[in-house]
């Protein structure tokens, strides 16, 4: 019988495994939101149904009084988790790709810096991550892949309170091209 691993560990904080990232039970499950908000496809999506309206209603109070014209690419903030098992989720709005003239990079690797930093100043110990962009974004996986361990070595050095950072991809395929390319 073939045995699949379905964790790697590539470096003392970050695991890499295959899942769906709504069952994940970390502090905050990360989202890959659009600026506006509301839900959408994709992870987004998935996650706005497995937590149910206590999401979407905070995020509506969020655009209310703090992003009226939407997050920006790059930032983050923090709601409930509702129904999910992880007590909250981080929005984040990833890059579209090829559309920021040349700041794509610069702007993922805000995501994950970003979301990070929120994750501590809540005092939260673990996260974990989507693929960020890499759907219908179209962020090229190896080059995100990239962008992500890079930010994400960076954003540990500097919050030692997040204990464990676990990236979930749905496809065993897009785990594995993570690791060999991170
Ligand atoms: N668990 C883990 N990974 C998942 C799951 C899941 N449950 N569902 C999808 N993925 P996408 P984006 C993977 O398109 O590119 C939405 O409509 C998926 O295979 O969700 O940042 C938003 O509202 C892919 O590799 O996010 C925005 O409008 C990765 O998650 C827009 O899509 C990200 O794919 C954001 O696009």
Partial sequence: METRTTETRI???????????T??????????ANSALLGGGGVDGAIHRAGGPAIVAECR????????????????????????????VIHTVGPIY???????????AACYVNSVALAAK???ASIAFPAISTGVYGY?????????????????DEHAGIREVRLVFFAPEDAKTFVENA
């Fill in 11 to 21: 470096d003392e904080r970050i695991v890499v495994k295959v899942g769906d990232l």
């Fill in 23 to 32: 069952r994940e039970d970390v502090d905050a499950i990360v989202n890959a």
């Fill in 61 to 88: 109070e969020i655009r209310r009084t703090q992003h009226p014209h939407g997050l920006p690419t790059g930032e983050a903030v923090i709601t409930t988790g509702g129904k999910l098992v992880a007590r909250h």
């Fill in 98 to 108: 090829g559309q920021n003239g040349g700041r794509d990079a610069a702007l993922l």
């Fill in 122 to 124: 809540h005092g939260l």
């Fill in 140 to 156: 090229p996986k190896p080059e995100a892949a990239r962008v992500a361990r890079a930010a994400l070595a960076k954003a540990l």
